[in-house]
């Protein structure tokens, strides 16, 4: 069964700082790797995702995906106070259906 | 426009009575999912629809049921409520594909007294 986990629990930074979020799989046949954000009392909303080895920069974000290290991240530079928000990692195994979800990073960023 | 609507965003029931909730959407999505999300516990996925009458346990399928007749609509059952299934509902949908984002409801509040 796909065990993912993500680190640290919750983090505090200041306004215009850089975030790192890290998330851990334990499936090495995963096939998609995302990072959901959660606003307080909203729905989950997909931030972005990616499938390859590497990194993929979308504004001020950028994810990493190291499959042999079973580990991706993201990466928030010039972190909002908007930013703040619970954010999940979610990765998909083999069959590409069930999709796991980590118990989030809480993040806050103060003004 | 794209939408996953919940019914009802808020629900109180009593221990042993039974629960529906409902889920709809709108792009024809063929998955869909139902996950419950508890503070610290991350969303956990309760069950997986294919397509219609096309549904598969997720990780914790104990104490629920679904049903799906349509591609648009899926529900979950909660067949004698019990209080440890006091959580935030969520339902989900996604394009067929490995690669394709989940698109979620806003979410239904159960309580179970």
């Known amino acids: 069964q796909q065990k993912v986990q993500q680190s640290p629990e919750s983090l505090i930074v200041p306004e215009g700082a850089m975030t790192s979020l890290n998330c851990t799989f334990s499936d090495s046949a995963s096939q998609y790797f995302a990072w959901y954000r959660q606003h307080s009392g909203k729905a989950p909303k997909a931030l972005m995702s990616i499938f390859s080895n590497g990194e993929k920069e979308e504004g001020r974000f950028t994810i990493h995906l190291n499959k042999a290290s079973l580990h991706f991240s993201l990466h928030i530079r010039d972190s909002q106070p908007s930013d703040s928000a619970l954010y999940l990692c979610a990765v998909s195994g083999t069959g590409g259906y069930k999709v796991v979800f980590g118990s989030g990073t809480r993040l806050l960023v103060s003004p | 426009d794209m939408k996953v609507t919940q019914m009802p965003r808020y629900l109180i029931k009593r221990m042993g009575e039974n629960v529906l909730l409902e889920c709809g959407q709108d792009m024809s999505h063929e998955t869909m999912y139902w996950y419950r999300q508890d503070p610290g516990l991350g969303l956990q996925l309760i069950y997986i629809?294919?397509?219609?009458?096309?549904?598969s346990e997720g990780d914790i399928p104990k104490g629920y049921r679904v049903s799906r007749k349509k591609r648009e609509h899926f529900s979950l059952i909660l067949d004698s409520a019990k209080t440890n299934q006091t959580s935030v509902y969520f339902c989900?949908?996604?394009?067929?594909?490995?690669?394709?984002?989940?698109?979620f409801g806003a979410g239904t509040r159960l309580s179970v007294l």
């Open positions: 629809s294919y397509d219609v009458d096309s549904n």
């Open positions: 989900a949908s996604r394009r067929t594909g490995r690669q394709n984002t989940l698109y």
